[in-house]
């Protein structure tokens, strides 16, 4: 059984969309939607950043800031997520 070949994703979230925000994550099916699992780093480039490995196919994902959950606004691909927001959505090839 041959294993999928992982790529790196960086995610990236700007500090200006939210100058006092403590924490930044990025959450998804492929992190079962945990908060803890993959915490963003902040940059002395301006933005909060981490580099995931996952498999090639159709990624759904969004930030969570401080608790609450934000579609990644450099990605204009979205999925309505049934509770009133959006989950933001990436083809990774």
Request: hydrophobic share 45%.
């Amino acid at each position: 059984m041959l294993l999928p070949i992982l790529r790196p994703v960086t995610f990236r979230f700007s500090i200006t969309l939210a100058p006092r925000a403590r924490k930044v994550a990025v959450v998804g099916p492929f992190n079962g939607w945990d908060p803890t699992v993959h915490p963003l780093v902040r940059t002395v480039a301006g933005h909060w950043a981490i580099t995931v490995f996952l498999p090639p196919g159709r990624l759904v994902y969004c930030f969570v800031v401080d608790g609450v959950s934000r579609p990644d606004p450099s990605v204009r691909a979205r999925l309505l997520n049934g509770r009133g927001s959006e989950y933001s959505v990436y083809d990774i090839l």
